[in-house]
């Protein structure tokens, strides 16, 4: 991940916000010690607009919660108007989150991203179902002056991670496991987050890393032990997501 190593002196915290968690741009009104944070991670944004998912939308059990929102966000157009200007003026770069769409679009949309102040990076979120043909055709049309982070399955990280890798991505992170939880009509399914997941997030972080594939870990983290855990492992950076949701990050915690 040579490329993003170059980034200027204030990325090399190792800690970041996950997609999802802290909105569209930092809210410095927020009690968070954001030179703690090496970057900024925009919540999801999509071509064009999307609602939040219909039913309910968030759900505990002992290990976390499951949460299906349905990725809500006005649309890269009026995301970009809403807050480009809060962008430039972040105290922390800014990495951008964008869902997989067609090839031909997220060329369009990085051609534009590319002309703002601030954005040090792009993170593509590749559903589950996605086929290897098109994390391909997608990391190739999103390649330029950004760098190129592809945020992949929790539970493919070696088979995926080598073809984004070797399509040009400069390093992948990991997206949250989907589930389901007992619930009306067979069930709530939704993306898991939180403590429970962690054993399998470090697993992922490790085989990634005897396979030489760049990572920025994400999963479970709970605790800055945890946080310590991953890195040392050989994770480039880490990303918080639950434990900031709820408030408790800056809590001390033990592993």
Request: contains cysteine.
């Amino acid at each position: 991940m040579e490329n993003l190593l170059r980034l200027p002196p204030e990325f090399d915290s190792p800690l970041m916000n996950a997609a999802g968690t802290l909105g569209f741009t930092p809210d410095l009104r927020l009690p968070l010690i954001w030179q703690e944070f090496g970057a900024f991670i925009t919540n999801p944004v999509s071509t064009k607009p999307r609602k939040p998912s219909l039913g309910r939308r968030w759900q505990t059990f002992p290990g976390g919660a499951l949460i299906h929102s349905g990725f809500p966000n006005p649309g890269f157009r009026q995301v970009v108007q809403n807050y480009a200007a809060q962008w430039a003026l972040s105290p922390i770069p800014v990495i951008v989150h964008l869902l997989a769409d067609s090839p031909d679009i997220l060329r369009k949309t990085i051609e534009q991203l590319e002309t703002l102040e601030n954005i040090r990076a792009v993170e593509i979120g590749f559903p589950d179902e996605i086929s290897l043909t098109e994390v391909r055709e997608v990391i190739a049309a999103c390649m330029g002056e950004l760098t190129l982070i592809a945020q992949i399955p929790l539970s493919r990280p070696v088979e995926m991670g080598e073809t984004c890798l070797d399509a040009g991505a400069a390093a992948i992170s990991l997206a949250p496991p989907r589930g389901t939880l007992p619930g009306d009509s067979g069930g709530q399914s939704g993306r898991i987050y939180g403590p429970a997941i962690f054993p399998l997030a470090l697993q992922a972080v490790r085989q990634l890393v005897i396979a030489k594939i760049p990572v920025i870990g994400a999963g479970g983290v709970y605790s800055r032990i945890q946080a310590d855990a991953m890195h040392n492992l050989g994770a480039l950076a880490v990303q918080i997501d639950l434990a900031i949701w709820r408030g408790d990050w800056f809590v001390k915690e033990e592993l």
